[in-house]
């Protein structure tokens, strides 16, 4: 992964262990913080880092997301660290910048230098030349893209974007891992080109959709997901369009008889998927069902009546 070899008289165990803790880690990770000083009073301070004494060297940092695309201007976060561990383990942050293509100053010397677009990111080991002269030019593409997530409802009207939700994962060895959660509908996930499972999440319960998407490198992937499902809200009446009773407590079954959610509020509003439902309501120590059918239609209203949806009390699960 990186172009240098690392020289014969370190240790390549510890300075690998260290590399993969530092691809993995975001960029805001907790990493010893200190600035280089060309002089010192420690007379073993060159012996803790690769860095050599000597004037500093301009060093030009730029990116892009392909190999054919254009020099990113912002959106990238850089990092700089020394090669060896200190005695903790750690490389030392020797520079750090935000934005686009940056210009930093270093120390002639080896470094390792980290360029991260959201969760896509690149390491290098690079070695600042002695010589002077104009500024030393480091590229990376970061074989990156985006991702745009939406969704509509079955009947295409546009899902409520305070109750939809999204989880991106990846599959890595078998396994799959989570990349990101909780993402709202509009936002754009910075990742590694490649192939991701998204997963849609509307309301609390039941309504879920999956997807398999392609991220590809310097392109933005807008997609937009159907979700079949309705807002569903609860009422019991003593006639048909009447005032909901008060002191109304509910229970929701899905069609195999398990118990999807409980109220406690007189007209419950809730989202549901496509498919069999049952409302049990009970006031006053009497039990009232009705079996509905939720489609996607958007929002949908299920009225239960004193006369006509009285509950079957011998059937099991009633006491």
């Given at each position: 992964m990186f172009p240098h070899r690392t020289p014969r008289h370190h240790s390549l165990r510890p300075i690998a262990a260290v590399m993969a803790g530092l691809l993995l880690a975001a960029p805001t990770a907790t990493l010893a913080q200190s600035t280089p000083s060309v002089h010192s009073d420690d007379p073993f301070s060159l012996m803790r880092g690769t860095q050599q004494p000597g004037e500093k060297r301009p060093v030009k940092l730029e990116a892009r997301l392909a190999e054919d695309g254009n020099v990113m201007r912002d959106g990238l976060f850089w990092r700089v660290f020394t090669t060896i561990p200190d005695t903790n383990g750690r490389l030392r942050l020797v520079a750090s910048a935000e934005g686009g293509t940056k210009t930093i100053e270093l120390s002639p010397g080896d470094y390792f230098i980290n360029c991260a677009f959201g969760r896509a990111s690149a390491t290098r080991k690079v070695r600042?030349?002695?010589?002077?002269?104009?500024?030393?030019?480091?590229?990376?593409?970061?074989?990156?893209?985006?991702l745009m997530l939406n969704a509509r409802l079955g009947d295409g009207k546009p899902a409520s974007a305070s109750e939809l939700r999204f989880s991106v994962y990846e599959d890595h060895d078998d396994r799959r891992e989570l990349v990101a959660e909780d993402i709202a509908p509009g936002s754009i996930l910075r990742l590694r080109a490649g192939t991701y499972d998204v997963v849609s999440s509307y309301g609390t319960l039941n309504a879920e959709t999956h997807a398999r998407l392609k991220v590809k490198a310097g392109e933005i992937t807008d997609a937009k997901l159907k979700?079949?499902?309705a807002e569903v809200t609860l009422k019991l009446a003593g006639e048909t369009g009447g005032e909901a009773l008060a002191d109304t407590a509910w229970t929701v079954l899905g069609a195999s008889g398990d118990v999807l959610t409980e109220s406690s509020s007189a007209m419950p509003t809730m989202i549901l998927a496509e498919g069999s439902y049952t409302a049990v309501a009970r006031?006053?120590?009497?039990?009232?069902?009705?079996?509905?059918?939720?489609?996607?239609?958007?929002?949908?209203?299920?009225?239960?009546?004193?006369?006509?949806?009285?509950?079957?009390?011998?059937?099991?699960?009633?006491?």
């Amino acid at each position: 992964m990186f172009p240098h070899r690392t020289p014969r008289h370190h240790s390549l165990r510890p300075i690998a262990a260290v590399m993969a803790g530092l691809l993995l880690a975001a960029p805001t990770a907790t990493l010893a913080q200190s600035t280089p000083s060309v002089h010192s009073d420690d007379p073993f301070s060159l012996m803790r880092g690769t860095q050599q004494p000597g004037e500093k060297r301009p060093v030009k940092l730029e990116a892009r997301l392909a190999e054919d695309g254009n020099v990113m201007r912002d959106g990238l976060f850089w990092r700089v660290f020394t090669t060896i561990p200190d005695t903790n383990g750690r490389l030392r942050l020797v520079a750090s910048a935000e934005g686009g293509t940056k210009t930093i100053e270093l120390s002639p010397g080896d470094y390792f230098i980290n360029c991260a677009f959201g969760r896509a990111s690149a390491t290098r080991k690079v070695r600042i030349a002695h010589e002077a002269g104009e500024a030393e030019q480091i590229s990376f593409v970061l074989n990156a893209g985006g991702l745009m997530l939406n969704a509509r409802l079955g009947d295409g009207k546009p899902a409520s974007a305070s109750e939809l939700r999204f989880s991106v994962y990846e599959d890595h060895d078998d396994r799959r891992e989570l990349v990101a959660e909780d993402i709202a509908p509009g936002s754009i996930l910075r990742l590694r080109a490649g192939t991701y499972d998204v997963v849609s999440s509307y309301g609390t319960l039941n309504a879920e959709t999956h997807a398999r998407l392609k991220v590809k490198a310097g392109e933005i992937t807008d997609a937009k997901l159907k979700i079949n499902a309705a807002e569903v809200t609860l009422k019991l009446a003593g006639e048909t369009g009447g005032e909901a009773l008060a002191d109304t407590a509910w229970t929701v079954l899905g069609a195999s008889g398990d118990v999807l959610t409980e109220s406690s509020s007189a007209m419950p509003t809730m989202i549901l998927a496509e498919g069999s439902y049952t409302a049990v309501a009970r006031n006053q120590d009497n039990l009232f069902e009705k079996t509905f059918t939720v489609s996607s239609a958007g929002t949908e209203d299920v009225e239960l009546l004193l006369s006509e949806n009285k509950a079957n009390t011998d059937a099991d699960g009633f006491d």
